[in-house]
């Protein structure tokens, strides 16, 4: 597993970065690829992504390295949890 002090991404790299306004703008289209029912509630996905804006893995504001999602992707999917190796940030969600 990578160091999150590596300063390294998984999978990414300067070319592929994506500033944040730019993610922020695509969003309500990939909602709408997501069926409601596999979607958390908007509770829990404030709550998740608050455990990611705390997180030291999160780079860019917006990427996780342990899995190289855009978190506000991520968190959207109700079967999907944080990759952290040593437990899950989002547990209590
Ligand atoms: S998904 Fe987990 S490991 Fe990745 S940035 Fe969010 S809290 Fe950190």
Redesign the pocket.
Known sequence: MSDPDSNQCKGCSASVRHPFAEIEAQMPEYIQTIDPADRVSDEVYRR??E?????????YES?????G?Y?RM??LRSNK????PEK???NAY
């Open positions: 998740r992504l455990a990611c804006h705390a997180c030291p893995a999160l780079y990427t996780c390295m342990y899995c999602c978190i991520r968190a949890d944080c990759p952290c899950s940030r989002w």
